[in-house]
Each structure stands twice: as C-alpha cells, then as structure tokens.
Nanobody, 128 residues
Framework: QVQLVESGGGSVQAGGSLRLSCAAS????????VGWFRQAPGKEREGVAS????????YLADSVKGRFAISQDNAKNTVYLQMNSLKPEDTALYSC?????????????????????WGQGTQVTVSS
C-alpha cells in the first residue's frame, strides 16, 4: 500500500505561482509513475503531468506546457508540480496518483485508470 498526501494548494491571482507537493509513504518500493490530475466542478478529471522512473520520462498536458513543471526528490519520496502563470481556468482540485506498475506508453500516464493509489487532493483557486 502507498499513501499519498498532497499539499501546497491555495488561492492566487492570475499570473501567480504555486508549488504542489505529493509525498508518498507506506511502501519500501518507490512508485514507478506519479501523475497529477485535476477536476473542476462540473468537469471531467483531467491528467496534467506525470513523471516516471527517470527524468527523461515526463509528460505534460498541452494545456499546461510552458507553464507547469513536474519534478521529484527521490530522497524525500516527493513529487512536485510547479505551476506558473496560473489562469482562472486552472482552478480545480488537484490530486496526485501513483502506481508501482510499469506504464509503457507515456500518454497512458494521463489516464486515471493507470494508477492504483490516490491522494485526497489539494484545492487550487485562481482569481482574475
């Protein structure tokens, strides 16, 4: 079992920045893939970013490319989502998810069904 705890959400004005953290615990094996998802009220959950076994396996959704970055600190078992140039449409509940399975196609890391463990989420609100 892997437990995930997100932090770092909050309220910012458009153009501002936030850094979300996803801390993993509960397993001797580090998750193979960690993804960030978001869901706004009345909308479907959307994959935002993912990071795999090494820094070369990173995927960012088109909607956040150039503004968001994902990184990991293996010593702390933590994955970060740096969000810059935030827009009101980025407002959502952001959740991280993890799997210890190998995901062969990086685009599949944007599918919620690829993950086995989920955090409770952290709210991000961007005002205009």
């Amino acid at each position: 079992q892997v437990q995930l705890v997100e932090s770092g959400g909050g309220s910012v004005q458009a153009g501002g920045s936030l850094r979300l953290s996803c801390a993993a615990s509960g397993s001797t094996n580090r998750p193979n893939w960690v993804g960030w998802f978001r869901q706004a009220p009345g909308k479907e959950r959307e994959g935002v970013a993912s990071i795999g076994p090494n820094v070369y396996r990173i995927y960012l959704a088109d909607s956040v490319k150039g503004r968001f970055a994902i990184s990991q600190d293996n010593a702390k078992n933590t994955v970060y989502l740096q969000m810059n140039s935030l827009k009101p449409e980025d407002t959502a509940l952001y959740s991280c998810a993890a799997t210890q399975s190998n995901i062969r196609l990086v685009t599949q890391t944007m599918w919620a069904g690829s993950y086995d463990y989920w955090g409770q989420g952290t709210q991000v609100t961007v005002s205009s």
